[in-house]
C-alpha cells in the first residue's frame, strides 16, 4: 500500500483554548491543544513508518493542489473568502480556526489526495491513503464546517467522476459525512456512504441531518445508535454499506477514513476498537475495488494511530499489533432497530428489500 504525504499539512494550527472552542477561557488555568493538531498527523504518520506494518507500506510525497482543481468541489466566492480568512488567524465557524499556515496545509492536503489518487488512476497503486489534514468530508461547495475547509474526499471522487470512473464514497468517521453528500446531492452517478452516529444537525453551516430521511438513489446514511461498537459496524457494514457498493456497481472507491469511532475518542460516543477497525479495513479489501482512502477524524491521538495501524493491517490481511485497550463494552442492543431504519428509506434499493429486519429470520438464513 502506498501512502502519501506532505509537510505542509503540518503548518495549519487551530491554536488552543476550550478544547474546540478558540479564545481565553477564564476557568482553565492552561489552554488545551485544538484536538485537530499537526501532533495528531504526526503520531499517525509514526504509527505506520515505526510499527510492525512499516515494512509493507511505501511513502510517496504529496503535491499542493491548484485552484482550478479546489474549484471541482467548491465556489470560488468561497475559496477567496477562506484563502483571505487564512491570512490571519480567525475562526471561520465556531470550532473551525484558520491561520497563517493553513492555506498551504489545505492545498497540500488536497493535492495529496489526489496524488494518491492518481497512483491508482494510473495503475502504480491498488490502494492509497492520503494521510492528510485538515480533514474535508463535512466541508460543503460554499461552506467550512467541523474542523474541515476542503473536501478532499470529495475532490478525489469528482476527479474520478470527470475522468469517467463510477466512484462510490465510504464514510466511517464516527461523524455524517454531510459535505461529501452536499457536493454529490445532485450527481447521482457517484453514490455516499456514510456511516456514523446519531448526533444530528449542529450550527449553522451543518444543517444536514445524517438520517434515513437523506437517504436515496445516490445517498445512503446508516445512522447507529450511541454505544455502537464493533458489533454494530460490522452489520452495518456488511447488511447495508458494502451491499449498497456493490449494488450501484462502483469501479473505484473514495474511502473518508475517520477514527474519532474509537472507545476512547474525545469528539464521538462509539466504542469501536482496534479490531473493529482491522475488520474494517478487511471488509473495505474485499471488496476487490481500488481505494484511494483520505484522512477523516480521530482525536485521542494514541489510540487513533493504533487504529490507523489496525485499519491497514486489515487492508492488508495482516494482524499484527496487540491492543492494551480492548476493554470497553459494546452495544449490541439497538443495531436490529438502527438497521431497520437505515434500510426502510432505501427503496429504490434491491438489497435493502432483500433483507428483512427480523433477526430470528436472518439467523434462519
Ligand atoms: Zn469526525
Not at 494518491?116 to 474535508?136: F, K, M, N
Not at 446508516?222 to 456497481?249: C, I, K, M, N, Q
Request: hydrophobic share 40%; proline share 6%.
Amino acid at each position: 500500500m502506498e501512502v502519501f504525504w506532505h509537510d505542509a499539512c503540518l503548518e495549519h494550527d487551530p491554536g488552543s483554548g476550550l478544547w474546540e472552542l478558540p479564545g481565553e477561557w477564564d476557568c482553565l488555568d492552561v489552554p488545551e491543544p485544538h484536538p485537530e493538531s499537526a501532533a495528531r498527523l504526526r503520531t499517525f504518520r509514526h504509527a505506520l513508518r515505526h510499527g510492525p506494518v512499516a515494512r509493507h507500506l511505501t511513502w510517496s510525497p504529496g503535491r499542493f493542489a491548484g485552484d482550478d482543481e479546489l474549484a471541482r468541489v467548491h465556489t470560488p466566492e468561497y475559496l477567496e473568502h477562506l484563502r483571505d480568512a487564512c491570512r490571519r488567524r480567525t475562526n471561520v465557524e465556531v470550532n473551525t480556526v484558520v491561520g497563517p499556515g493553513s492555506w498551504d496545509a489545505v492545498r497540500a492536503a488536497a493535492g495529496t489526495a489526489l496524488a494518491a489518487y492518481e497512483a491508482v488512476a494510473e495503475g502504480r497503486a491498488r490502494l492509497a491513503y492520503a494521510l492528510v489534514r485538515p480533514p474535508g468530508h463535512h466541508a460543503q461547495p460554499g461552506l467550512a464546517d467541523g474542523y474541515c475547509l476542503v473536501n478532499n474526499a470529495a475532490l478525489v471522487a469528482e476527479t474520478a467522476r470527470r475522468a469517467g470512473r463510477r466512484v462510490a464514497v465510504l464514510d466511517w468517521d464516527v461523524h455524517h459525512g454531510n459535505g461529501t453528500q452536499e457536493v454529490f446531492r445532485d450527481t447521482p452517478d457517484v453514490l455516499t456512504v456514510s456511516v456514523h452516529m446519531r448526533h444530528g444537525p449542529w450550527g449553522a453551516n451543518h444543517a444536514q441531518t445524517g438520517g434515513p430521511e437523506e437517504s436515496g438513489p445516490g445517498n445512503v446514511n446508516v445512522e447507529l445508535s450511541l454505544g455502537a461498537g464493533d458489533h454494530a459496524y460490522r452489520r452495518a457494514f456488511e447488511e447495508v454499506a458494502l451491499p449498497a457498493v456493490t449494488e450501484f456497481g462502483a469501479d473505484l472507491l473514495v474511502c473518508a477514513s475517520g477514527f474519532d469511532g474509537s472507545a476512547f475518542d474525545p469528539n464521538g460516543r462509539h466504542n469501536l476498537t482496534a479490531a473493529g477497525y482491522r475488520w474494517i479495513g478487511g471488509a473495505v479489501a474485499g471488496l476487490g475495488l481500488p481505494a484511494v482512502l483520505t484522512q477523516e477524524g480521530g482525536y485521542l491521538r494514541g489510540y487513533a494511530a493504533l487504529c490507523l495501524h489496525a485499519l491497514v493491517e486489515g487492508l492488508l490481511g495482516l494482524e499484527l499489533l496487540d491492543d492494551p485497550l480492548a476493554y470497553v463494552p459494546d452495544d449490541t442492543q439497538l443495531v436490529d432497530a438502527d438497521l431497520a431504519r437505515a434500510r426502510s428509506a432505501l427503496t429504490g434499493w434491491a438489497f435493502a428489500r432483500a433483507v428483512t429486519g427480523d433477526p430470528s429470520a436472518r439467523d434462519r438464513a
